[in-house]
């Protein structure tokens, strides 16, 4: 069966490559799944003649290309010796009997021919850790195996491939030819990996052209198909990842496959060894847990155009002559971009860093882009990478570090990964910062969750909040005086960050604040479940969907709107010299706390009707009860935040109504009732002790 593509232009024809173990089953429908989200209807996959003669093998195959063929059109690739056939037991030697080859692919086609109509001969053949061809001098017997597999596929009525090389090696082709491989070919293979094995690299173009010139040299009619491309990932370049992407398919070749579509799985040894090469784990464009890397996020939420979009006012290259600018990692979130546009407005020279892993992030780098033009440079890059963020510090005057992992439920699925960005990342950023003749001030954002989860404290419940029974803390909140405790690997991560933040002050000198902060919310937030649940609530009430509340909804917050918290980052670069080596709890404060079921009341005031709930049980981490003593603060600089809790969500909620092209509720202007506007309890209460 073949598959239509929709290919409308003269790009290369786009494919992926992936390979399968035996008895994958799941993964192969999750790859296909992959596939189907991504409009891909090319798949290049290996067959490997070792594997189709153990016990497995055969039945894996009957279930395998029937299976792929339903969905796309196979490219099966048809490597490795079995090591009994050998003259050396592995899968790189050639056989004993060159003929067993054709052999093989001949059976193999009379019972699954129907599903595939080009095959590919070998894999990677001038590459020793597939062909062993110190084994064969001067490649004859190379040359008789595939080019009577050729010879015989044509008989059957099968198009061939041949295999692909790596390196890239026109001398080796015209060998190919030498040894009359090549009448019976249809078309011929390259791979390239540039800036990963293919350190030495002329581009795309130059080396598809000297294959070309191989190919008019011979009057060969052959096609030219770039059957493995890719990039690894192992160093957190997203970014670069993508860029490899665009560069293979703006060129003349008749087809690409990229690799790959997962990350290998860590526990499993390639073909060069266990962990040999790190580089060979990370080409995929998902990782191992499912998520998705910046070009599979793109491909399949915005289609294969806006992949391949350009994208000007994104950088990866910046000198001294550039000037100096403010540093704003993890930039294009929320706050990033709001504490952006209030430097931009005031025309000061902007430089956002970010890995764009959010959803939704790249609109606010293209808003930022459109309104405020040249003086605003993005560089896409990891935290994680330390030499990127060394060149990003090295021409700013003033630091302000949000780039993070913000999920509790996250960093519970992937606790390393949540540690290297959070608590290893930080320590990036210190030591770019300590390595300046002339260290810029920095400002960290922790949080709250630094102080556990209050265990200590009781409260009373009150019809839709809980309160504490502390006289003192129910007047004031949270203070910087309270003891350190983290809870949860997000807890942890952030809490090594906020530490070595102060000690980086306390140990070296650097001009560093840290803010320990409660929930923050406003426009240019995407929130999700788990991380901006103010935005979340808001956005879920506009589509009318219902809403998620884990525990009573009892639980409340002191939530500061982003336009006040801007106003303290800049207070606190203003003070640095006061400031410098203090952590400060900055959140909305006693004037401006809410619960869950107040919120979502609020909100339902907005939409005209209620929201729709559902319950489900307590998070670990979560605090019934959190609410910032930002007096400390404000006694240092005079701030107070000047949103209350009615106008900041009227505020947010009117962006969200806009950005989705509806108007805005005429609610949003209506007086709020009377807990609305104070934001105190309801007077009907029981006392309970919480643990």
């Not at 499993?268 to 464009?285: I, Q």
């Not at 993005?378 to 990127?388: A, E, K």
């Not at 070296?508 to 929130?527: E, K």
């Not at 600089?637 to 989705?660: D, F, I």
């Amino acid at each position: 069966m073949t598959i239509q593509s929709d290919k409308t232009t003269t790009r290369p024809t786009v494919g992926l490559l992936e390979w399968f173990r035996p008895g994958e089953f799941a993964r192969v429908e999750q790859v296909l799944a992959d596939l189907r989200a991504l409009g891909v209807t090319e798949l290049r996959t290996g067959v490997s003649w070792a594997d189709y003669y153990t016990p497995e093998g055969a039945d894996w195959y009957r279930w395998l290309l029937p299976t792929l063929a339903q969905q796309v059109n196979v490219l099966p690739c048809f490597l490795y010796t079995p090591p009994s056939l050998g003259e050396r037991p592995k899968t790189s030697s050639p056989p004993r009997q060159l003929k067993a080859y054709a052999d093989f692919l001949d059976v193999f086609v009379t019972e699954h021919g129907e599903f595939f109509e080009w095959v590919e001969l070998w894999n990677e053949p001038n590459n020793r850790t597939e062909y062993d061809f110190t084994l064969d001098y001067g490649w004859f017997k190379f040359a008789e195996m595939v080019g009577g597999a050729a010879y015989w596929m044509k008989q059957r009525g099968k198009k061939t491939v041949l295999g692909g090389m790596s390196p890239i090696d026109p001398n080796w082709l015209h060998v190919m030819f030498e040894r009359g491989v090549m009448q019976h070919i249809d078309a011929v293979g390259i791979h390239g990996f540039p800036d990963v094995f293919d350190q030495l690299w002329d581009g795309w173009q130059a080396n598809i052209e000297a294959v070309r010139e191989v190919l008019r040299q011979n009057n060969s009619s052959a096609e030219l198909w770039i059957t493995e491309a890719g990039f690894s990932t192992w160093q957190f370049d997203e970014y670069k990842q993508l860029q490899e992407f665009r560069k293979v398919l703006d060129t003349d070749a008749n087809r690409v496959y990229w690799y790959s579509v997962q990350d290998l799985d860590l526990r499993h040894a390639t073909v060069g060894g266990f962990h040999v090469d790190e580089r060979e784990y990370y080409f995929g464009l998902k990782r191992t847990d499912g998520t998705h890397k910046l070009l599979y996020r793109l491909w399949a939420d915005n289609g294969l155009e806006a992949v391949l979009q350009d994208r000007p006012f994104i950088r990866r290259e910046l000198s001294a002559a550039d000037g100096r600018y403010t540093l704003i990692t993890g930039g294009a979130g929320f706050v990033g971009t709001n504490l952006a546009k209030r430097l931009l407005s005031e025309g000061k020279r902007v430089l956002v860093f970010d890995n764009l892993a959010r959803p939704g992030v790249e609109r606010n780098l293209q808003w930022l882009h459109d309104t405020y033009g040249e003086l605003l440079s993005v560089y896409v890059g990891d935290i994680r990478d330390l030499q990127t963020v060394r060149a990003v510090v090295q021409h700013a005057d003033a630091v302000f570090h949000f780039a993070a992992q913000v999920a509790v439920t996250t960093s519970l699925e992937t606790p390393f990964d949540d540690f290297t960005i959070n608590a290893h990342g930080i320590l990036n950023v210190l030591e770019a910062i300590r390595a300046q003749p002339t260290p810029p001030p920095l400002v960290f954002t922790s949080t709250n969750k630094v102080y556990g989860g209050l265990e200590d404290l009781q409260f009373v419940a009150g019809d839709t909040r809980y309160a504490p029974t502390n006289t003192h803390i129910r007047n004031h909140g949270i203070s910087e005086q309270r003891p350190l405790d983290f809870h949860s690997p997000y807890g942890c991560s952030k809490g090594t960050a906020d530490q070595y933040v102060l000690d980086y002050s306390r140990s070296f000198g650097l001009p560093t604040v840290v803010f320990r902060m409660s929930c923050i919310y406003g426009p240019h937030q995407y929130g999700t479940e788990d991380q901006g649940w103010v935005a979340h609530f808001a956005i879920r009430a506009i589509e009318g969907q219902p809403i998620s509340i884990y525990g009573d909804g009892k639980q409340v917050r002191d939530i500061l709107f982003v336009e006040d918290l801007v106003d303290a980052f800049l207070l606190a670069q203003q003070h640095m010299p006061q400031l410098a080596g203090q952590a400060f709890n900055i959140g909305g404060g006693v004037q401006n706390t809410v619960s869950l079921q107040e919120l979502l009341t609020t909100l339902g005031h907005f939409k005209g009707e209620p929201i729709k709930l559902s319950y489900g049980p307590w998070r670990i981490g979560d605090q019934h009860y959190y609410v910032s003593d930002i007096s400390k603060f404000r006694l240092a600089t005079g701030w107070n935040p000047q949103h209350n809790v009615r106008q900041g969500m009227a505020k947010l909620y009117g962006w969200l109504c806009e950005s989705r092209g509806l108007p805005a509720p005429a609610a949003l202007n209506a007086a709020p009732g009377p807990e609305e506007a104070t934001g105190r309890p309801s007077k009907s209460v029981k006392k309970v002790a919480i643990a």
